[in-house]
């Protein structure tokens, strides 16, 4: 089954960790994102990846890093500078061109404790 | 900066009734998609339908069907006979960049509820 697989689906840091959220795909895309969901707001993009060794900073890209050394994986780490990480973390990928669909995964659910 | 506005919050509708979620937009491209994704209770989007700008036709997915005025630069999405599954949130999106990654903008969200 072609799919985009986000792990794990619940995370729980504490203050001053760094933490890695990963996100996986076999649909062959070249485009992966990150976007952070918060209540009562839209997604936000923080990083995104047209392909393997390059990656771009999104609008909210303080206090997170990424890596893009296989096309099949692009795992997002938040870091401590990251003031407020508590929020919901959704990973896409898609196909390069205009009007393509994007798909995501099931998301991750950060907890700062 | 590109932006995308809904501005319902919330929206109810009886089972087998017609809604329609609105959905405004401001881009500079000449040429562009836009796009309404579903989240439901699972929380992993689903895209429902998507309209390229220059089609003068407004697309339609079976019950789904939006109605696009490109000089209103207003996009809203009907759901015809709604259906206990249509509960969700839904988000309306328009992507940054002709080329390349398409960085999607997306709207707060409406979250739609279904009355049995």
């Known amino acids: 089954d072609g799919g985009i697989t986000q792990s794990p689906k619940y995370l729980f840091r504490k203050e001053g960790q760094n933490v890695t959220l990963s996100c996986e795909q076999n649909?062959?895309?070249?485009?992966m994102y990150w976007y952070r969901q918060d209540p009562g707001q839209g997604l936000r993009l923080i990083y995104y990846s047209q392909i393997v060794n390059d990656f771009q900073k999104g609008d909210i890209a303080e206090g997170y890093s990424v890596s893009r050394e296989k096309k099949e994986s692009f795992p997002l780490t938040v870091t401590s500078a990251q003031k407020n990480p508590t929020a919901f973390y959704l990973c896409?990928?898609?196909?390069?061109?205009?009007?393509?669909?994007?798909?995501f995964g099931q998301g991750t659910r950060l907890t700062v404790v | 900066a590109q932006t995308v506005t809904q501005s319902q919050p919330e929206m109810s509708v009886q089972e087998a009734e017609t809604v329609t979620l609105s959905c405004t937009y401001d881009?500079?491209?000449?040429?562009?998609?836009l796009f309404w994704y579903k989240q439901p209770p699972s929380r992993q989007m689903i895209l429902v339908i998507r309209?390229?700008?220059?089609?003068?036709q407004n697309a339609t997915e079976n019950r789904f069907s939006v109605n696009f005025q490109k000089a209103a630069k207003s996009f809203s999405l009907k759901i015809s006979d709604s259906q206990l599954g249509d509960a969700a949130m839904y988000f309306c999106a328009s992507p940054e960049g002709i080329q390349g990654a398409q960085k999607l903008v997306f709207g707060q969200g409406t979250r739609l509820t279904i009355n049995p």
């Open positions: 309209q390229e700008a220059y089609k003068q």
């Open positions: 896409a990928s898609q196909t390069l061109g205009m009007g393509t669909e994007a798909f």
């Open positions: 649909l062959n895309h070249d485009a």
């Open positions: 881009t500079s491209e000449s040429d562009y998609y």
